[in-house]
Structure formats: structure tokens, C-alpha cells
């Protein structure tokens, strides 16, 4: 998808000549895959559409174990730079799965451009809304909801992301283990849930 399609349509679309003017604002490129946009401890400064491929967003401890946070399928905006970052730099990985389409701002831009354009400012405030409501749903899942109630909300929420994503990302995302993702996934399917 191009940018100006993707920002005349969703939830809160721009008139077609503010998307035209809003999308040369940014920089498109083609990331192969592996390829990280973000290093956690190091400084981030951008904003992130992705406009088709994939992309995760993962925390490692100083153990080296990864839990994943986010888990990206463009077309979408990946999580806004405020709610990626602390002080500056960012507090996970963000990396590009499968070969993809970006466009990227910097943040501070952004920002000037929603102070001056009351269209930019409702489109990026609808971008942050909907982030919220993301990680609060999310949130909501990892803390009230069994191991197979989990699955279908993940399913419900996200149905082209299970067969997208690697299996130990989604079970770590879903707060799981992927041992106990398998087992739920092959219960699932035979019903037994």
C-alpha cells in the first residue's frame, strides 16, 4: 500500500490533499529482513509506518531472554516513539521479519507538523487513542484470561498474525510458553477447548 492510501483510509482518514502534503513529509524504503529500525538502550527518534511486511517489537534482560511486546502487519503505524522510547532512547528492539515497505519521520517533526496542521494533529491523536486501547486490550488478555481464552482473543484480534509471526513470538506475546501454545493450538483443533 502507498502512504497516501493508507492515510485517507481507517479510522480517522485525511482529506486527500493533506495526505498528499503529510506523506512527502516522510521517507519511504524498502528494510530486507533481520533488519533492526531501533536497538533498545539506544537513542530512537523516529515514527514508523509500515506499509506491507512485518515487524516485532521485543524486550531482551540482561539473561538474554526476549518477551515480545508488539507484533507489526502492515499496513499499520507501529507503535508511536512516545509509548517506544524513555528519555530518548528506547526501551526495546524493533525489528523488520519479513522484507518490508517503511515510511519514517522524525518524532520531533511530528510534533511541529501537529502543532501547526489541525488534520496531522487529529490523525496522529487517533494513532496514539488507538495504541492505547491496543496495550490496555492486550493488558486486559494477559491478566484475566486463561491459556485458551488467550488464544482466541489473539485470534480474534489478530487473525492474519498467527500464521505471520514465529510461533515463539506469538507464545511470548501471549505470555505463554511455546510449549503451552502448541498444546493449546493443537487442542483447538481437534476441539477438545
Known amino acids: 500500500m502507498d502512504l497516501i492510501s493508507f492515510l485517507t483510509q481507517g479510522e480517522t482518514p485525511m482529506p486527500r490533499a493533506a ?3 503529510f506523506a512527502a513529509l516522510w521517507a519511504i524504503r524498502r528494510v530486507l529482513p533481520g533488519t533492526p529500525l531501533s536497538h533498545q538502550g539506544e537513542a530512537d527518534t523516529s515514527e514508523y509506518v509500515l506499509l506491507n511486511g512485518r515487524a516485532e517489537l521485543t524486550i531482551g534482560d540482561a539473561d538474554g531472554a526476549i518477551a515480545c511486546v508488539g ?8 507503535t508511536p516513539n512516545l509509548a517506544r522510547t524513555r528519555d530518548g532512547n528506547a526501551y526495546a528492539t524493533l525489528e523488520v521479519t519479513d522484507e518490508a515497505l517503511i515510511a519514517e519521520m522524525d518524532s ?5 507538523r501537529m502543532l501547526v496542521n489541525e488534520e ?8 496514539l487513542r488507538q ?17 485458551a481464552a488467550r488464544l482466541a482473543w489473539f485470534r480474534e484480534r489478530y487473525p ?15 505470555g505463554m510458553t511455546p510449549v503451552s ?9 481437534s476441539g477438545r477447548h
Open 108 to 112: 520531533e517533526t511530528l510534533t511541529e
Open 19 to 21: 495526505a498528499a502534503e
Open 181 to 189: 501454545l502448541s498444546r493449546l493450538r493443537k487442542e483447538t483443533r
Open 131 to 147: 495504541e492505547i486501547q491496543r496495550k490496555a486490550d492486550r493488558e486486559w488478555a494477559l491478566a484475566s484470561l486463561k491459556g
Open 120 to 127: 496531522i494533529r487529529n490523525w496522529a491523536n487517533a494513532v
Open 71 to 78: 507484533l507489526f502487519a502492515g499496513p499499520c503505524v507501529i
Open 160 to 174: 492474519e498474525h498467527e500464521n505471520g509471526f514465529a510461533h515463539g513470538l506469538i507464545a511470548s506475546f501471549l
